[in-house]
């Protein structure tokens, strides 16, 4: 199993109604609760951690995730509320209003940590819920007591109107890459951790800390990744793009779901893996993420649709 561990939100997406006014629509969402959704319909047995509220947005959350066959029992649910964002689409590409204080999932604390069954095989871990407090310590122990135990994979998924503090949020990514197996980040990941650098010298730091293999995906310029001793691109899947709402959590999910396929759902597994198996689990989660930016919303596909 698959435990997938940070925020579920709505994500209020715009829309015209039908006399032609502009709308929001509410849409389950959050990039954790995207990876989580994309694992489950790829077929792997997959479980969500996470603070989830008792309001009719948090039904509606828990209802999306069953939908998608997740395993909701490792939620903590709480009367506080559901994170809610707003999103403005500009060229298909998303930017973010959040509304989070007080809210369910960023009031986690250690003392709400479940135990995990010797079954689970990895962690995922993303986004928002690592920079609020005190939800980000907590998903932050949890990466320090269950990484030596289990595959940890971590989707930074930056959003810098949240950071307040842009050294004390590196000093988070940079102790939680050094317990990190698969590390992911976005071109806009990059472009604000290492605005004047490369990549391939700003993943050697991330390898030297102790990831074992660094993707950087590039939007329709594709999928390059590197370990200590490869560098593996992939080109982007040829799609007409309705927005990119979700893609990257496809591709995480899509990547951990190939490894867990092939059997490569292991520390040694992930540190030996060759050219040939690193471009097939570059190349199946960029189709995934492809059929994903193909629709509107975060809506990964099935595993009938990859095969």
Not at 226 to 251: E, H, M, N, Q, W
């Amino acid at each position: 199993m698959i435990i997938c561990c940070g925020e579920a939100l709505i994500d209020f997406l715009p829309r015209k109604g039908a006399d032609g006014a502009a709308v929001f629509q509410p849409f389950p969402g959050g990039s954790v609760f995207n990876v989580a959704v994309a694992l489950g319909r790829l077929g792997v047995e997959t479980g969500f951690l996470s603070g989830m509220s008792r309001d009719f947005f948090g039904e509606s959350l828990v209802d999306a995730l069953h939908r998608s066959k997740v395993d909701t029992g490792f939620c903590m649910f709480s009367d506080r509320p559901t994170t809610l964002a707003f999103v403005s689409l500009t060229d298909g590409h998303a930017r973010y209003a959040f509304f989070d204080e007080g809210s369910a999932g960023r009031m986690l604390v250690d003392e709400d940590l479940p135990a995990l069954p010797t079954e689970v095989t990895a962690l995922h871990f993303g986004s928002i819920s690592l920079v609020a407090e005190p939800c980000g310590s907590t998903y932050e122990t949890l990466m320090r007591n269950e990484g030596p135990l289990r595959v940890t994979s971590l989707d930074p998924n930056i959003r810098p109107s949240l950071i307040r503090s842009r050294d004390g949020y590196l000093a988070r990514l940079d102790r939680l890459v050094e317990m990190a197996d698969v590390v992911k980040l976005s071109d806009d990941d990059l472009a604000w951790l290492a605005p004047e650098g490369g990549f391939e010298d700003f993943a050697a730091g991330w390898l030297k800390k102790g990831a074992k293999v660094v993707i950087l995906t590039r939007g329709g310029d594709g999928a390059i990744a590197v370990t200590k001793t490869l560098l593996v691109s992939v080109p982007a899947v040829d799609v007409t793009v309705a927005d990119t709402i979700g893609a990257g959590d496809t591709f995480s999910a899509a990547f951990l779901a190939r490894l867990e396929a092939d059997r490569f759902l292991d520390k040694q597994a992930i540190a030996d893996l060759n050219e040939e198996q690193l471009r097939d689990l570059l190349g199946y989660a960029a189709r995934a993420a492809a059929i994903t930016s193909s629709r509107p919303g975060a809506d990964p596909p099935w595993r009938k649709e990859m095969e």
